[in-house]
T-cell receptor
Framework: GEDVEQSLFLSVREGDSSVINCTYT??????LYWYKQEPGAGLQLLTY?????DMKQDQRLTVLLNKKDKHLSLRIADTQTGDSAIYFC????????????FGTGTQLKVEL | ETGVTQTPRHLVMGMTNKKSLKCEQHLGHNAMYWYKQSAKKPLELMFV???????ENNSVPSRFSPECPNSSHLFLHLHTLQPEDSALYLC????????????FGPGTRLTVT
């Protein structure tokens, strides 16, 4: 399959944790990535995880990968207003070369 | 300059114009990409260049013509565009080894009138 799916919207209160979810259908994924896009800007790489890993932590960001369920999540601890953006997950696949398949993006809104 | 730069940042052109978008990467990468991002649609890969050679053309209409003179520069030549071509055009670059994570430029916001 070709789909990488994300929920469209997520709203959280400042200081809470945010969890953005992503599901994919192709079991040949090699690397999975999270990108952030602020209004009027390009995509900023946040982090990536190799498909044989379960978890990766980088400061306020925690990536969890459940390869059996083909589920990827990004947890942002202590969410701030500056975290408001669209978050994209993406994957590369075995045999896909350097081509990235992107999800549809999740709009995160952080409220005071 | 660091990272990936794109010029111009904004472009308004008529359907009969010819214009070019420019992308430059300062990361020592050997692959470059053009993407189209339209409202309410997933990011669309247009072209891929590995070591200056085009390796992917994702069924892009011929009114979009890419050029990659070296591993650091990528152009997208535009002619006789349609209003539905209005979008954010993003350039990215990566290495061809390891995680191959792509780094993006800020994009060119194109409006075709």
């Amino acid at each position: 399959g070709e789909d990488v799916e994300q929920s469209l919207f997520l709203s959280v209160r400042e200081g809470d944790s945010s969890v953005i979810n992503c599901t994919y259908t192709d079991s040949s994924s090699t690397y999975l990535y999270w990108y952030k896009q602020e209004p009027g800007a390009g995509l900023q790489l946040l982090t990536y995880i190799f498909s044989n890993m379960d978890m990766k932590q980088d400061q306020r960001l925690t990536v969890l990968l459940n390869k059996k369920d083909k589920h990827l999540s990004l947890r942002i601890a202590d969410t701030q207003t500056g975290d408001s953006a669209i978050y994209f997950c993406a994957e590369t696949r075995t045999g896909g070369g350097n081509k990235l398949t992107f999800g549809t993006g999740t709009q995160l809104k952080v409220e005071l | 300059e660091t990272g990936v730069t794109q010029t111009p940042r904004h472009l308004v052109m008529g359907m009969t114009n010819k214009k070019s978008l420019k992308c430059e990467q300062h990361l020592g990468h050997n692959a470059m990409y053009w993407y189209k991002q339209s409202a309410k649609k997933p990011l669309e890969l247009m072209f891929v260049y590995n070591f200056k050679e085009q390796t992917e053309n994702n069924s892009v209409p011929s009114r979009f013509s890419p050029e990659c003179p070296n591993s650091s520069h990528l152009f997208l030549h535009l002619h006789t565009l349609q209003p539905e071509d209005s979008a954010l055009y993003l350039c990215a670059s990566s290495l061809l080894e390891g995680p191959r994570e792509q780094y993006f430029g800020p994009g060119t916001r194109l409006t075709v009138t």
